[in-house]
């Protein structure tokens, strides 16, 4: 059944306000609950939240998915469990399209005008335009993603364990990770966690020796433009762990089986994983405004997009004007969540006619993870390293999941994962394995690869 919506609704001789907030991450829901809050009451303002997922999803504790730590259920919240008795509609649709100039958002089942729009759709994986990279490596930005490159890492394991090729099994068990950021720091440890503390133990047939953890970054630093103390510590537990930290290395090309690193160096790998950056959604593409790198919308201070007022963007989809620091446009948590306040308090202001309040953000604090028991942290002027800061990390996570019973899952999965075997049982057959689709191709594009170079 198509949905179609009228450009102004009725109600007891009154013309409804329809504010429409697209996207459902951080963004999305702070914005909604907070417009919610305050139009509880008024009837003569609608609230419809759209998403093409049916819940919110707590992305910082993607890698904990990917080395079996935490069920993947438990970092998500419906929807509806989250409105419950609030005041707003929910309409679980992919938006295809947005006519600025007619107010128009259209869906894959009709279209839906608004007054007030708040765009908040997050990104997708940037690959830079890198040969390879989208065919060849694995994301981190879903659910889905991470519960894929959790089985597909459990799917190298079993095969490695009986291959005789001992260097066959190396480059089996070379796990390479593109992108020394946020993302990139906490897989590789959560990867090292799983693999060392918990695979490896229960496969007679691969040694400690044999596996092989790299972090590319191209940048000089890893996690760089962060606390420089934070950086430091995360690169030297790194180090001390085992994993090469690779930094000036720009990944150049990706095929079946590894990478092209500065138009030189081939690493061979068994998995490559690219978390190197984000994008906004493709969607904003058509948009004829003006853009930010990557595709993020311009706003002005107030969040607004300067050309269309009633416009609002926020989280991965925008970009702060004079923001030459990028300290306020980071694509990260609370930027979005701050922006989203920003957002809805003027629309407030718009509709009561008072006067709009400006964005501003300030860190409050930086949280790296570093795998079990581990990780740094710097609140204020407070820096801490090790088990206690491991614990706050934890804590504060805690604290940001939406719900009791979800606060209560994750908790149990920490605990239990600190006494008991993670999982390690394959959920999904991993359709990308080079090795039930015939070993050979793992060979054949590096052999092509190497003519091609004349190497």
Known sequence: ??????????????????????????????????????????????????????????????????????????????????????????????????????????????????NYLIIALGSTTNFFNIPGASEYTFSLKTLEDAVELRDHIIDILEHADHE??????????????????????????????????????????????????????????????????????????????????????????????????????ILRAGIVIWTAGVRANPVLDSLGVRKGEFGRILVNGYMQIPEFPEVYVIGDSAFVEGDKLRRSSQPVAPVAIEQARVAAKNIVNAIENRSFEEYSFSPSGMLVSLGMNDAVIRVGRIRLAGFIAWLLWNALHLLKLVGLKKQIQVAVDWMLAMVFPRDTAIIRFPRRCFICSGRAELYRDLENYKQERGL
């Open 1 to 114: 059944m198509v949905l179609y919506y009228f450009r102004e609704r009725i109600k007891g001789g009154v013309v409804v306000i329809r504010v429409v907030v697209l996207g459902s991450g951080f963004g999305g829901i702070e914005a909604v609950l907070n417009l919610e809050r305050h139009f509880r009451k008024r009837e003569d303002v609608e609230l419809v939240l759209i998403s093409n997922q049916n819940y919110t999803l707590f992305t910082p504790l993607l890698p904990q998915i990917v080395s079996s730590y935490i069920e993947p259920r438990h970092i998500v919240q419906t929807i509806r469990d989250i409105r419950r008795d609030r005041r707003f509609r929910f309409i679980r649709d992919r938006v295809i399209g947005i006519d600025l100039e007619k107010k128009v958002v259209r869906l894959l089942e009709g279209w839906i005008s608004y």
């Open 164 to 265: 005789e090729n001992l260097d066959l099994k190396r480059e089996m068990l070379t796990f390479a990770i593109v992108g020394g950021g946020y993302t990139g720091v906490e897989l590789t440890a959560e990867i090292r966690d799983f693999i060392y503390r918990q695979a490896v133990k229960n496969y007679r047939g691969i040694d400690f020796g044999d596996v092989r953890i790299v972090l590319l970054e191209a940048a000089s630093e890893i996690l760089e433009g962060v606390d420089p103390y934070i950086a430091k510590k995360a690169k030297g537990k790194l180090l001390k762990e085992g994993i090469e930290v690779r930094t000036g290395a720009r990944v150049t090309r990706c095929f079946r089986g590894g990478v092209e690193i500065n138009n030189r160096d």
